[in-house]
């Protein structure tokens, strides 16, 4: 079916470290991975997101790889601040209803 | 993302009430999607419409209803058959031929 594996749930790291969190998906036909970035009780923002026909992008301090054979993809966020403090949620698309799914979610805490 | 709106922002229901929640886009997006957000959970979706006059439903469309007579609205009513109805409803959007999804800011309904 289709379905989309976030971990982990929750990641604290200290200001200035790195954080990566990792997500797999289920359709090797997927090929499209967005990752929005979500602060309390306000409405998920995109952040970066990756197709299938390349291995890695990045934009400042975030990056996202993507490893089609293993389908699995992370982001990666280097140099952390305390604004990088969020919910962030990975999403698969699936070509067969032109539909996203997402994972669950990681609560991710920058301790200053 | 600031061209689709959703309104009210705090809905408060009696329970075996209906209540209808708004989203409308001025940014020509052909695709339009709702989905429900509970405490510390990823995003599930509830129904989808690729074009006017035609919706899909997602993965929990029971209890919901929409209907799509205009590009740029897609309203939701959650019925009195949706048991457990209190959560952040998010409605988004895209564009034909793309895959991003554009969130609006959110309903937060509350069953009393």
């Known amino acids: 079916g289709e379905n989309v594996e976030q971990h982990p749930s929750t990641l604290s790291v200290q200001e200035g470290d790195s954080a990566v969190i990792k997500c797999t998906y289920s359709?090797?036909?997927?090929?499209?991975f967005p990752w929005y970035k979500q602060e309390l009780g306000k409405r998920p923002q995109l952040i970066i997101d990756?197709?299938?026909?390349?291995g890695e992008k990045k934009d400042q301090r975030i990056a996202v790889t993507l490893n089609k054979t293993a389908k699995h993809f992370s982001l990666h966020i280097t140099e952390t601040q305390p604004e990088d403090s969020a919910v962030y949620f990975c999403?698969?698309?699936?070509?067969?209803?032109?539909?996203?799914?997402f994972g669950q979610g990681t609560r991710l805490t920058i301790n200053p | 993302d600031g061209g689709i709106t959703q309104s009210p922002k705090y809905l408060f229901r009696k329970e075996g009430q209906n209540v209808t929640l708004s989203c409308e886009q001025n940014?020509?997006?052909?695709?339009m999607y709702w989905y429900r957000q509970d405490p510390g959970q990823g995003l599930r979706l509830i129904y989808y419409?690729?074009?006017?006059?035609?919706?899909q439903k997602g993965d929990i469309a029971e209890g919901y209803s929409v209907s799509r007579e205009k590009k740029e609205s897609f309203p939701l009513t959650v019925t009195s058959a949706q048991k457990n109805p209190t959560a952040f409803y998010l409605c988004?959007?895209?564009?034909?031929?793309?895959?991003?999804?554009?969130f609006g800011p959110g309903t937060r309904l509350t069953v009393l």
């Open positions: 988004a959007s895209r564009l034909a031929g793309g895959d991003t999804q554009y």
């Open positions: 359709d090797s036909a997927s090929n499209y």
């Open positions: 990756i197709r299938s026909n390349v």
């Open positions: 999403a698969a698309i699936f070509q067969g209803a032109q539909k996203l799914v």
């Open positions: 940014l020509n997006h052909d695709a």
């Open positions: 419409s690729q074009i006017v006059n035609d919706f």
